[in-house]
């Protein structure tokens, strides 16, 4: 019998309470599926101004959080508390007016990240470790996710060493390696870490504070959201210049796929979309394609092929592919929806198609959780060209709804689709592997040639895609072995097994 664990899981987003992105998909579920394996596990995330306390019934708890922020003095924060929905999993939130009441979770809306995020994350990551003290919560795991809360494990072996709290084993997941904190060295009084560590072997990096390397560095165990992202990182292509960091750590390092939240995105419950369906009787997915060609002002037919795309339209994304390929998509007999929202001159570009292709494409430039699901719902192929991708969520809610993923051929989503195989008719979708616009017009080309000329495959496809799970029962006790591993560890127990 596995020992049961107090864990707490620090983030800087969670659904259903602030959402940028697949961050905030794995934090707010994550938990409950720990719970569920029996442990202790609690949340904390940041009060941003956007979470309604009345509407989460959050309760505060009692008595000001006093913050050391080095030379900033000590700042004093409140503490709210709720449970996480439908869960009994204690969710606790930092409110600080000053760092976290104000729009947007990172950025200005120009996208261009707040000038004191350095600040606001050293608090938030500070403010985690005084909560345990304040609540009497001593974990077995502190669990910290990406640069945003990569402090943790560095003031766990520094400040927190000596105290009780700095028996917790740290755990740094990183959703992705190109975000990594990296802050002009007067961090280092904030941190109030002492400027021994900032050498390069601990935080420095290019004569800045790199939050990520330095929780890379001091973590008891890192992990990240794939197998395949696990390798690439090891790679300068993939790395922003973390590879030797990484690799000087590849022993402690694991790839753990995120899950697919079924409860959320499943075709025979899904609430937001006109007509539910199952892999027995797809007859709902033809009016839920009816419905999306409504709904984007696109001619609906039923004999067309229709690509979707939901995301941030960032350069991760590959929206700098895409748009350069975008025009000569339009010659094929298909039709395209995005959704999105990201960098702004994505939003002129792709906002602006629809008024000379009317025929062709639908946008909404945005965020909006509902036509997310009538995409993926009421698309035939999913369209993901990104540069890098550490798991990615769509392409896995895609399967569900049998809807095929075109996909480039990396991180997690060359783990979790598999290439059409003519000859042996297999597959769950299409590939390809040059981040370049020709070969993602390529392989459009390929599964529009597909959807008209061979219909026995395609039937194959759906059926084979809408089979596949990545369920969090899995992933989580995945996280279960790790923590596992962490506690020896940090215990100084070596396993020789
Ligand atoms: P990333 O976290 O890198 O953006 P993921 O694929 O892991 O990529 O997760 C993206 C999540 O955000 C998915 O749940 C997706 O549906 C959602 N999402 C992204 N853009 C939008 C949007 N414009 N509107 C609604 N949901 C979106
Ligand atoms: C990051 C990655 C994405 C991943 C998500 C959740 O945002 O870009 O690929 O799915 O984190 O781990």
């Given at each position: 019998m596995r020992p049961k664990f107090k864990i707490l899981i620090t983030a800087t987003e969670a659904v259903p309470y602030a959402k940028t992105g697949g961050l905030a998909d794995v934090t707010g579920v994550l938990p409950k599926y720990l719970k569920q394996l029996g442990h202790d596990v609690r949340l904390v995330i940041p009060r941003y101004y956007e979470i309604d306390k009345v509407k989460y019934g959050l309760k505060e708890v009692q008595g000001a959080l006093g913050v050391p922020m080095g030379v900033l003095g000590e700042e004093?924060?409140?503490?709210?508390?709720?449970?996480?929905?439908?869960?009994?999993?204690?969710?606790?939130?930092?409110?600080?007016?000053?760092?976290?009441?104000?729009?947007?979770?990172?950025?200005?809306?120009?996208?261009q990240g707040y000038m004191d995020n350095d600040n606001r994350f050293a608090f938030f990551s500070k403010a985690c470790l005084q909560l345990c003290k304040k609540l009497d919560f001593y974990p077995d795991i502190i669990h910290a996710n990406d640069w945003q809360t990569a402090a943790i494990p560095i003031l766990l072996n520094t400040t927190y060493k000596h105290d009780a709290l700095g028996k917790a084993a740290s755990i740094l997941t990183i959703h992705n390696i190109q975000h990594q904190g990296s802050f002009y060295e007067g961090l280092m009084d904030v941190l109030g870490i002492g400027w021994e560590h900032f050498n390069f072997l601990e935080l420095e990096f290019n004569n800045q504070v790199n939050l990520l390397k330095g929780g890379i560095l001091h973590s008891t165990l890192i992990t990240?959201?794939?197998?395949?992202?696990?390798?690439?990182?090891?790679?300068?292509?993939?790395?922003?210049?973390?590879?030797?960091?990484?690799?000087?750590?590849?022993?402690?390092?694991?790839?753990?796929?995120?899950?697919?939240d079924y409860s959320e995105w499943n075709p025979e419950t899904d609430k937001y979309i006109v007509k539910n369906y199952s892999e027995n009787d797809l007859s709902g997915k033809l009016e839920c394609k009816r419905d999306l060609q409504k709904t984007f002002g696109l001619p609906v037919r039923d004999d067309i092929p229709v690509f979707g795309i939901v995301s941030r339209l960032v350069k991760q994304k590959g929206v700098d592919i895409l748009s350069e390929a975008l025009y000569s998509l339009f010659d094929l007999d298909a039709q395209f929806i995005l959704l999105g929202t990201g960098e702004v001159?994505?939003?002129?570009?792709?906002?602006?198609?629809?008024?000379?292709?009317?025929?062709?494409?639908?946008?909404?430039?945005?965020?909006?959780n509902e036509l997310a699901h009538k995409i993926e719902a009421g698309s035939d192929f999913f369209i993901m060209p990104s540069r890098f991708e550490p798991c990615g969520l769509n392409q896995m809610y895609s399967l569900r709804y049998g809807t095929l993923p075109v996909v480039r051929a990396t991180g997690g989503l060359n783990d979790t689709v598999d290439n059409f195989n003519e000859q042996e008719m297999t597959g769950t979708g299409f590939k390809f592997y040059d981040p370049a616009a020709n070969a993602l017009f390529n392989t459009i080309g390929w599964s529009v040639y597909t959807y008209y000329n061979n219909k026995p495959a395609m039937k194959k496809l759906?059926?084979?895609?809408?089979?596949?799970?990545?369920?969090?029962?899995?992933?989580?006790?995945?996280?279960?072995?790790?923590?596992?591993?962490?506690?020896r560890r940090r215990q100084n127990i070596y396993i020789s097994s």
């Open positions: 004093w924060c409140g503490v709210f508390e709720g449970k996480i929905p439908e869960t009994d999993v204690p969710v606790y939130f930092i409110e600080h007016e000053r760092y976290f009441g104000r729009k947007n979770l990172y950025n200005d809306d120009n996208g990240t959201v794939s197998d395949g992202y696990a390798k690439e990182i090891q790679s300068p292509e993939y790395a922003w210049g973390l590879e030797g960091v990484v690799k000087e750590r590849a022993g402690s390092l694991y790839g753990i796929l995120n899950g697919c001159w994505s939003h002129f570009y792709f906002g602006g198609a629809p008024k000379f292709f009317p025929d062709k494409i639908g946008v909404h430039i945005g965020f909006n759906i059926a084979n895609a809408m089979q596949k799970r990545f369920t969090w029962e899995n992933s989580a006790k995945k996280y279960e072995d790790v923590y596992y591993l962490a506690v």
